[in-house]
DNA sequence: TGGTGCTGTGGAAACGTTTCCACCCTCATA
DNA sequence: TATGAGGGTGGAAACGTTTCCACAGCACCA
């Protein structure tokens, strides 16, 4: 624990017999210096283990070769892997990563964000509630730092790396109406907080809308409703009439078969299902995920080059939206035949287990 | 983009009409101030809109308020957790992570380390491949920056957060054990590169050993194989004796079901499946998973909370392990009755689903 | 021989803070 | 009326860099 006063430019130079301002031409490359002097300056930084101080750095040059990254929630995947794939460009580049998360909350939001820009970051990769009304978020901007927005529709003059979530759900709805579904809902998690699943159900509804089909039904759930299947359940049971279920995003369509199993319904007999995001192991289930699949990775990945070439002083353009796709799976089916008065609770219990199709549709660009 | 120069507390000194000591005693509440001045400074600083420089700060009170995190993906939700949870412990206490990954590559890893410890960190949150031997870890330590690994076993004077991974697979054997079982196995993932999969591998071999088993059989897989449900068959084909299969991880576990439905195999009857973390889409699938039950969030929050008692100064003392907890699930069972010569192959069909038995056993402390 | 142009060098300023120190006041006490 | 105490204040040093600038020495050319 005896912290050891650190090794500075200047121990260096004084055991290398020169000045700072040598040492720093020999350690940096950057200016002229005779082979003697070079080999003695680059032996003592060796023997005493010198490193340079990033802060004595950023203080001089005025940049930190840090980038301020503030998501929601390390704890869902997408944002995680998202995030994984920005550090890994980033590194690439000579930037480190400081992350730090809002929990969904709004003014968390803008508090961190806050402290991020005090940490003198030199560029920002943000996914938050409120993009477009964040007052630090305009100050950054303002002060000409590069802002990157992840996931999010592109906002007035930011650049975002996005899927087109109303387009995708439009997809969805397509799928439902083309299997002869009629009443669909939209189960929500975190609505308020969420642009995402806000725009999926709009995309959806008015694709819904344009099939002639009853406007779909809005079912909002709290995270503590959608993490226990009997309250989920009780949930669902208030829309026996809903064939087809959109959930918005992969978790909750898992969840939702769970609950429909407590109310005997069979999926997909009795409802179909179909998630969002495409993760792993939906595919690895028994009864394969019907979902939209997206590449949360490439956006991280786009949302870094984007923020890269503003850091290079290039422009920061659009790039175009992330492809995503339709995955086909065993939770998606045409709803059973039914009269005015079936009871869903009568159903017979399925004969076959349902075949696990895996097959990919509707590739978009 | 027009860059404009930052405002410093030179700026509001000047606005204030006073000098840049009395400015930042009273922006830090710091020392005397007269009610007047107080007022000037907060108003020019309001005005200005300062914000301190945590460069300028660092710099001269050696120290950034920052540590640095090194995990070995945030792809890995058990790792996306651990760190979420920490960053928030660390956030409430004024600190930032940067953080950096290392894809599970040794020499990755001291490189990174290396980038970190000149970022002037304050301390480190560690999970690599080999922490005992990493000289950059070593110079850390030799400095007198607080370290705390995740996820290791304790490492000489190094403390860790961490659950009893040798422990927690004994009572998968003697599950395995309980039922019938003989001829087990063990799948492994990134068998070199971590040492937690070998130290679960180590306690289920001891474990088999003690119980008078056939040592457990060692497959080891890449990440390739893995993803790739008809080649991970193919694996398994070649073990067609064992009946109880202990997956180093829960995704590799819900793989493993995949491929043995290539194979005809019917779980659990055929083969016994048992996984490591407890992730919760586990508990939702049709057939639950059996598993150990790990909580990475508080183990993040754990390996925080040690890690601020050094930044106190406090002696960082090595916390008890964190619990786990064996959680029965549909993929365990009695291994079919079967003769010497019985074809897997020719199995019939089972005639009921497995019941979603979900109790819990074996609460550790 | 005097200029010109290199190469190699080091002093010092600047970056934005905090804090030590010295100074000037004012007020109370002797 | 002197003395002391203490509150309020600002100058300046320090933290670790980089870079501007000046200067010394040297070789070359006219």
């Known amino acids: 624990m005896a912290q050891r006063p650190r090794i500075t430019i200047k121990d260096v130079a004084r055991a290398a017999g020169c000045g700072v301002a040598t040492a720093s031409r020999v350690l940096n490359k950057s200016g002229p210096a005779s082979a003697a002097t070079r080999a003695r300056v680059e032996q003592a930084a060796r023997d005493l283990g010198f490193a340079f101080s990033a802060t004595g750095r950023a203080l001089q040059s005025r940049r930190s070769r840090t980038i301020g990254c503030l998501i929601p929630s390390l704890a869902n995947p997408v944002f995680a892997e998202a995030v994984q794939a920005a550090q890994e460009e980033l590194r690439a580049a000579g930037y480190q990563l400081l992350i730090a998360s809002s929990n969904y909350d709004g003014s968390t939001d803008n508090e961190v964000l806050t402290t991020l820009l005090a940490q003198d970051v030199d560029g920002l990769l943000v996914t938050m509630v409120e993009p477009h009304t964040s007052a630090p978020l305009h100050a950054a901007r303002e002060r000409g730092l590069p802002v990157s927005l992840m ?24 799928q439902f109406a083309d299997r002869g579904h009629r009443r669909c809902g939209f189960l929500a998690l975190r609505f308020a907080t969420s642009d995402r699943s806000r725009s999926r159900f709009e995309g959806f509804a008015a694709e819904c809308a344009a099939l002639g089909l009853p406007a779909p039904e809005l079912i909002e759930i709290s995270e503590a409703e959608a993490a226990n299947p009997a309250i989920l359940a009780a949930r669902l049971a208030e829309y026996a009439a809903v064939t087809a279920l959109f959930a918005s995003n992969d978790f909750l369509a898992i969840a939702v078969q769970k609950a429909a199993r407590h109310l005997g319904w069979q999926v997909p007999q009795d409802l179909s299902v179909v998630g969002f995001d495409g993760i792993e192991v939906g595919r690895l289930l028994d009864r394969p995920l019907a979902t939209i699949e997206t590449a949360p990775a490439a956006l991280g990945r786009q949302a ?34 039914q009269g005015p008065d079936d009871d869903r609770v009568a159903a017979r219990p399925p004969s076959v287990p349902p075949s696990p199709s895996n097959d990919r549709q509707d590739r978009q660009g």
């Open 151 to 174: 996931f999010h529709d592109p906002v007035a003059g930011l650049p975002s790396a996005h899927v087109e979530n109303a387009a995708a759900a439009r997809i969805v709805a397509r």
């Open 304 to 337: 870094a080059r984007t923020l890269l070439a503003g850091l290079q002083g290039e422009e920061m353009r659009q790039a175009p939206p992330l492809p995503f796709t339709f995955r086909a799976g065993a939770t998606l089916s045409a709803p059973r035949a």
